[in-house]
């Protein structure tokens, strides 16, 4: 009788063992974020989001459009009062908001033409409330051509908060931001997002 019982718990612990590598592969977060091959879904399968400072009492204008894999994004920034111009491009990493693990990830990769403008990508802490999230300025040359940028995760920082080493277990989404102090206009370009 033990030694059916031994042979039944064996045999468990052999299936676990066996499928506890596909179970944590099925809950890991995909490398790939988003490569515009959807008109309005990330390639996550989520429904990208889109605002700008009109929501703070700002006038900024935004312009999305997808086609042919590639979202462009152009617009004219327009500060309100005492604060800085926004619009800023949402990509949730789950349908319901809720954090995502990749923390198995170095940082941000992306591929992105600027041809007018400030832009910042911003990975979006759950533990973050104030909406200071760890960000960094994307900084290439406005040539016409695509660039690969890597951000590790080490180098994006808090804006106005104190500096908090971002969880990169806890992220629900990513930004990409159009910026500026003053009145003037952007145009980007993104082929793809996701993590390295």
Known sequence: MLSHIARYLFGVFTIA???LPVWAFAYELPELVDDFSHQSQNSLGVQRQFMNDTVAG???ESEVTVQGGKIHLTGNLIPPRGQPAWASSILLLDAKGKPMDASGYQGIR???KINQGLMSVSANSAEVEN???HAAPVLIKADGKFHEVKLPFTSLKRAWSEQ???DASTLNSLSIVAFAMQ???YDFVIDEIGFY
């Open 17 to 19: 063992a066996i499928l």
């Open 58 to 60: 700002g006038s900024s």
């Open 110 to 112: 992306l591929k992105v």
């Open 131 to 133: 909406f200071d999230y």
């Open 164 to 166: 908090t080493t971002l």
């Open 183 to 185: 009145q003037s206009a």
